[in-house]
């Protein structure tokens, strides 16, 4: 068979026949089916992701839906049983009404839930920051210095075990007002599990890390911003942590007793007007709030783990 020259024009011409278009089109059906193909197992992909999501979401949702459920269930057969109980959905009403407006100020003492909340985690904050001051730099001498350790120990197991509000008094008849005696109140509650969590965390440095500070002849300085800082900022954190809810527990029991604007003290103001419903309000705002404190912590104190 003998080769077939073909020119520029001839190709032109054969190009725009109506058999080459046919061909043309043939091969353009055969490309969409390959394209179709591909995206067939493009969506069952990502369908099949999208499925693995919607589980993992319905595992991580059911078991803490079905607890609110059963607490809810407990609630209503509760309240049937005593009158005086609201049931679940004639607090919601009561809730709804309440935070419509949370900041209403119609004197000292009667201003809104928003308020109350505010001025309580003003005190917790006051309270808990002077301990956190005072308690950290505490914990690192203990833990660093043996003799600072075995002076303070009787100290701490005689005062750790006092009730907190068993230290009112004494910040009633020091500061002479109730504000500053709540405030009292948390820190003394609060610096506990920082002195006693940062001391553990610079104990636990290993030897052989203060062996090397030696050989170095590091400065004091040296040694705990280069040794003793990182290595217990994880159990720091972890008091921390701790004496937030601490301290978030002990002003609700504090303001009931020194009365002012606060969350405990518009509990016990409930109570005296008889208002179950908002008292049941304030539980479920007091839990929500110190869950909220919990989680931020928590999340900090994972920022700084070794794990």
């Known amino acids: 068979m003998s080769a ?72 209503t057969l509760i309240s049937y049983q005593s009158p005086n109980l609201p049931d679940p959905l004639k607090t919601w009403h009561s ?8 900041f209403y100020n119609n004197g000292p003492n009667d201003m809104g839930v928003g308020w109350n909340i505010l001025n309580s985690l003003k005190r917790v904050a006051l309270g808990f920051g ?8 505490i914990g690192f001498i203990i833990g660093r210095f043996e003799f600072a350790n075995r002076m303070t120990a009787p100290v701490i197991s005689l005062l750790k075990p006092v009730s907190p509000l068993a230290w009112l008094p004494i910040g009633l008849l020091v500061f002479k007002a109730a504000n500053p005696a709540a405030i009292w109140v948390i820190f003394i509650s609060a610096i506990w599990p920082m002195i006693i969590n940062t001391a553990v965390g610079v104990s636990k440095v290993p030897q052989d890390y203060m062996n090397v500070a030696k050989v170095l002849n590091l400065s004091e300085w040296k040694i705990f911003t280069k040794i003793l800082f ?53 539980i479920f705002i007091v839990g929500i709030v110190g869950l909220l404190l919990e989680f931020v912590l928590t999340q900090i104190a994972k920022r700084f783990s070794y794990e």
């Open 95 to 102: 809730a709804v009404e309440l935070f419509s407006d949370p």
């Open 4 to 75: 077939i020259s073909i020119s520029k024009e001839s190709l032109k011409v054969i190009m725009k026949s109506k058999k080459t278009v046919v061909s043309k089109g043939s091969a353009i059906t055969n490309a969409e089916d390959n394209v179709t193909t591909s995206d067939t197992a493009s969506i069952a992909r990502q369908t099949g992701k999208l499925g693995l999501k919607i589980h993992h979401f319905i595992q991580w949702l059911l078991p803490p839906a079905f607890g609110v459920l059963m607490m809810l269930a407990v609630w």
């Open 130 to 137: 002077m301990a956190a001051m005072i308690g950290i730099p």
């Open 230 to 282: 990182p290595f217990a900022l994880p159990y720091m954190m972890t008091g921390v942590r701790l004496s937030i809810g601490v301290a978030w527990l002990v002003i609700v029991a504090a303001e009931m007793l020194t009365g002012g604007v606060g969350i405990g003290f518009w509990v016990w103001d409930e109570w005296n007007n008889l208002n179950v419903e908002h008292i049941i309000i304030a």
